[in-house]
């Protein structure tokens, strides 16, 4: 199994500024993905940051706004940009170690509680 | 493209009873379906998964069921507890070439195990 450290784990944030969260883990991982989970939602992949590559967006997600690095294989950042309070919402990160739908599964942070006002 | 539907959103039982939450896919693709486990303030944990060369999983007291001609998949717990209180999620993954792979999630269903 892999231990998820996210930080920060909640923040308050006043809208038009930019929150950097990170995400560190405890061993060497191929796969590092972000979510968003809006409260009492469902989870929603907003990127996958492989190490060696540019992340991948998903539809309705883009770099400018949600700008990822993966400088090796334990780390990751997500910044959300110039918040609105539609940003709140629950940030996940999740790992996996290889080839994900083999033979290990994902793992997720406790989350980052993102309120914009 | 993916998407799942999870039924019921909210399910209430007496301890002792089981629970069954159910799933539908649409993305014939998929081979990977695995549940999670969501408690107040915490992060998804994996309870139990099931691979599509498998129909069924069983790991204690919680079961998985996968049919992939219909596209659906069902969590079973049996002699629940109010331990087994929280949100759980199912998911459908796929791999979409390379290293890149998508779980799509369901949007949730509440259990709440009455003692």
């Known amino acids: 199994s892999a231990v998820i450290s996210q930080k920060p784990s909640r923040d308050i944030c006043q809208r038009g500024t930019s929150l950097t969260i990170q995400c560190q883990v405890d061993?060497?991982?191929?796969?590092m993905f972000w979510y968003r989970q809006q409260p009492g939602q469902s989870l929603t992949l907003i990127a996958t940051?492989?190490?060696?590559?540019?992340?991948?967006?998903e539809s309705g997600f883009v770099i400018d706004k949600f700008p990822i690095s993966r400088p090796n294989l334990t780390f990751s950042t997500l910044t959300v940009s110039n918040m609105s309070p539609e940003d709140s919402s629950i940030y996940l990160c999740?790992?996996?170690?290889?080839?994900?739908?083999?033979?290990?599964?994902?793992?997720f942070g406790q989350g980052t509680r993102l309120t914009v006002v | 493209g993916e998407n799942v539907e999870q039924h019921p959103s909210t399910l209430s039982v007496q301890e002792g009873d089981s629970a069954v939450i159910k799933c539908t896919y649409s993305?014939?693709?998929?081979?990977?379906f695995p549940w999670y486990k969501q408690e107040l303030g915490k992060g998804p944990q994996l309870i139990i998964d099931?691979?599509?060369?498998?129909g069924e999983k069983k790991d204690q007291r919680i079961a998985v069921t996968l049919n992939k001609t219909a596209k659906h998949f069902s969590l079973h717990i049996t002699e629940t507890q109010p331990e087994d209180s929280a949100v759980y999620f199912c998911?459908?993954?796929?791999?979409?070439?390379?290293?890149?792979?998508?779980?799509?999630f369901g949007k949730g269903t509440l259990l709440t195990v009455n003692p």
């Open positions: 099931i691979r599509s060369n498998v």
């Open positions: 993305d014939s693709a998929s081979n990977y």
């Open positions: 999740s790992v996996a170690m290889a080839e994900l739908f083999l033979n290990t599964e994902a793992f």
């Open positions: 940051a492989n190490q060696g590559s540019e992340a991948t967006y």
């Open positions: 998911a459908e993954g796929v791999k979409r070439g390379g290293s890149n792979y998508k779980l799509t």
């Open positions: 061993s060497q991982v191929t796969m």
